[in-house]
T-cell receptor, first 118, second 112 residues
Framework: GAGVSQSPSNKVTEKGKDVELRCDPISGHTALYWYRQRLGQGLEFLIYFQGNSAPDKSGLPSDRFSAERTGESVSTLTIQRTQQEDSAVYLC????????????????FGPGTRLTVL | AQSVTQPDIHITVSEGASLELRCNYSYGATPYLFWYVQSPGQGLQLLLKYFSGDTLVQGIKGFEAEFKRSQSSFNLRKPSVHWSDAAEYFCAGGTSYGKLTFGQGTILTVHP
């Protein structure tokens, strides 16, 4: 079946502009995660959605970052008034949570969106 | 705070040689542990995962990892490296909550 898809694959924007990044998770996956990968660094957790529960936004670096998810489908990560330090690859992952809530499931990652802020 | 550390930023091995990539974790309880590989221009692919039970975990592409509680380690190994194994490798830890904490990554270069 189809994996996690993300669009666009590359985005170049000017400082101060807003950008929207899209993630289509694997069908049926209830959990969705956004991570950021800066050049030469590991992945940083940004935000997590699980079903209809309130999202965990604890990783968002500033109030310029926000994300939405419609039900258990598409998610959009929005960065307002972009700064050069926002340049990174933004990765989305999805997983199938167990009914008990334990996360013994595997996160499947999309190819990422490479964001460059000039 | 939870953390995952990969001490080696870059490792170079010859094709056919054995490989060990190090990973150390710091968690209040035993975390779930993962190894992912990222090839240039590709997304992350799961190599293997440890949740409980047998401390020696087998993964795809001939990789294995051993969980050692006494050393807080989860090192990745492969007995004979192929040129196609050249990539960046990430160790990650998680709890029942689901959010993963990643190490900084180790870049593997394979010489012919």
């Amino acid at each position: 079946g189809a994996g996690v898809s993300q669009s666009p694959s590359n985005k170049v924007t000017e400082k101060g502009k807003d950008v929207e990044l899209r993630c289509d998770p694997i069908s049926g996956h209830t959990a969705l995660y956004w991570y950021r990968q800066r050049l030469g660094q590991g992945l940083e957790f940004l935000i997590y959605f699980q079903g209809n529960s309130a999202p965990d936004k604890s990783g968002l670096p500033s109030d310029r970052f926000s994300a939405e998810r419609t039900g258990e489908s598409v998610s959009t990560l929005t960065i307002q008034r972009t700064q050069q330090e926002d340049s990174a690859v933004y990765l989305c992952a999805s997983s199938l949570r167990t009914t008990s809530g334990a996360s013994t499931d595997t996160q499947y990652f999309g190819p990422g969106t490479r964001l460059t802020v000039l | 705070a939870q953390s995952v550390t990969q001490p080696d930023i870059h490792i170079t091995v010859s094709e056919g040689a054995s490989l060990e990539l190090r990973c150390n974790y710091s968690y209040g309880a035993t975390p779930y542990l993962f190894w992912y590989v990222q090839s240039p221009g590709q997304g992350l692919q799961l190599l293997l995962k440890y949740f409980s039970g047998d401390t020696l975990v087998q993964g795809i592409k001939g990789f294995e990892a051993e969980f050692k509680r006494s050393q807080s380690s989860f090192n990745l190994r492969k007995p004979s490296v192929h040129w196609s194994d050249a990539a960046e490798y990430f160790c990650a830890g998680g709890t029942s909550y689901g959010k993963l904490t990643f190490g900084q990554g180790t870049i593997l270069t394979v010489h012919p």
